[in-house]
C-alpha cells in the first residue's frame, strides 16, 4: 500500500456511498488519513463500526461519519441525503460506490426491482439531491464508479423492473447502462459547476461475493488472484478526480483511458429518455420531499 499524501487544497467534505466496504472504505479511510471529512453510506452496522474503529487507529475517528442506510429505498436514501444536509452546508465530492448483485429478482419495500433501486436509482437520487451542497463547493465533483466502456446490456425501455427477464447479469447490466445515462444528462444541464466523472475501475480485488452461488465466488475469487487490480490501484485515480476535478462537465475513464463521449452507450437521447422515466417513476412514488 503507498502511504497516504498530505491534502495539498483545504480538507474537502465528501460522501461515499458505499464507504463501508471494498473500494468506497479504502477511499474514505485514505481521505480521512489526509485530512478530508467523509461520510461513508452502508447498510450494515457492524461494518460502520468497523470502519470508525479503523479511522480511529489512523487517528481519524474525528473525521469520519458513519449514516446507516439501506440505499435501496427511495424514502431511506432521502432520509440519508437530508442528515447529511443537516450536518454540512458544501460537499465537495460525492463518490457513488454502493453496489451489491441480486441472484433473485427482489422487489424493494416501496416495488422496485432491487438492483435497479439500490445500484442505479440511489445514484440519480444522491447525485440530483445533493446538487445543492455539492453546488456551494468551489470544486464540486461526482464521481459513479460503475462500467463506462462496457458496450454489454441496454436499459430494457419497456421492463425496466425486469419482470419478463431477469437474471443478475442483465439487472447489473442495465444498471451499468443507466448509470452511464444519468452522468451524461447531469453534465448537460445548463449553469451546472458540478463535474461528473464515470468511471470504470476493472476487475478488482474486492466485492462482496456472498450473494453469488458458490461455483460462482470460486471462479471469481481464482480469476482474481491471476487478474484483478487492488484495491489501491483501482481507487488511485478517484483521488485524481477529487483532488482535480476535470475541467469539463464530463469525463468517462475506463480504469487509466479517457473515452470518446460519443459512444453510443453515452447517447444524449437516451440520457433525456431516462431522467424523464425516472422524474415520472419517482413522481408515482409515495415521496418525502427533496432538500432545496
Ligand atoms: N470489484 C470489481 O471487480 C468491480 C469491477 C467493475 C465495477 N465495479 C463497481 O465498483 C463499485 C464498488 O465495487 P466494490 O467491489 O468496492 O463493492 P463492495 O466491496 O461489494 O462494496 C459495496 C458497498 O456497497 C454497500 N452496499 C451494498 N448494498 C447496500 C445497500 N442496500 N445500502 C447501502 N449500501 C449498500 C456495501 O455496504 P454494506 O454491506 O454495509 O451495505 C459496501 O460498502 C460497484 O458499483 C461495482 O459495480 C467493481
Not at 472504505?25 to 474503529?53: C, F, T, W, Y
Not at 476535478?245 to 453510443?264: E, F, H, N, Y
Request: proline share 7%.
Amino acid at each position: 500500500m503507498t502511504a497516504p499524501q498530505p491534502n495539498p487544497h483545504s480538507p474537502r467534505v465528501i460522501v461515499i456511498s458505499g464507504g463501508t466496504d471494498g473500494m468506497g472504505r479504502a477511499l474514505g479511510l485514505a481521505r480521512a488519513e489526509r485530512g478530508d471529512h467523509v461520510i461513508a453510506l452502508g447498510s450494515n452496522p457492524a461494518k460502520g463500526r468497523q470502519l470508525i474503529a479503523d479511522a480511529d487507529r489512523i487517528g481519524a475517528a474525528d473525521r469520519v461519519d458513519f449514516i446507516q442506510v439501506d440505499l435501496s429505498g427511495v424514502e431511506a436514501t432521502r432520509r440519508a441525503i437530508r442528515d447529511i444536509a443537516a450536518r454540512h452546508q458544501v460537499v465537495d465530492a460525492l463518490c457513488l460506490f454502493a453496489n451489491r448483485q441480486s441472484p433473485k429478482r427482489t422487489l424493494t419495500p416501496e416495488g422496485l426491482e432491487r438492483t435497479f433501486a439500490l445500484y442505479y436509482l440511489s445514484r440519480y437520487l444522491l447525485s440530483h439531491e445533493l446538487a445543492p451542497l455539492l453546488r456551494r463547493s468551489a470544486a464540486g465533483v461526482i464521481v459513479n464508479v460503475a462500467g463506462v466502456g462496457m458496450d454489454k446490456g441496454s436499459v430494457h425501455w419497456d421492463d425496466l423492473q425486469l419482470e419478463r427477464k431477469y437474471s443478475t447479469i442483465t439487472a447489473q447490466l442495465q444498471a451499468g447502462r443507466a448509470n452511464d445515462l444519468l452522468g451524461v444528462a447531469y453534465a448537460a444541464q445548463p449553469k451546472n459547476p458540478v463535474r461528473y466523472v464515470l468511471y470504470h475501475p476493472g476487475f478488482t480485488k474486492s466485492g462482496d461475493l456472498g450473494p453469488l452461488p458458490a461455483a460462482a465466488r470460486l471462479f471469481i475469487r481464482v480469476a482474481a488472484t491471476f487478474a484483478a487490480r487492488t484495491v489501491e490501484q483501482s481507487i488511485a485515480p478517484v483521488h485524481g478526480f477529487i483532488d482535480n476535478p476535470p475541467s469539463t462537465p464530463l469525463t468517462a475513464i475506463d480504469r487509466d483511458t479517457s473515452l470518446p463521449l460519443t459512444l453510443k452507450t453515452l447517447d444524449p437521447a437516451g440520457a433525456e429518455r431516462l431522467a424523464e422515466t425516472t422524474q415520472a417513476l419517482l413522481a408515482a412514488l409515495p415521496s418525502g420531499s427533496a432538500i432545496e
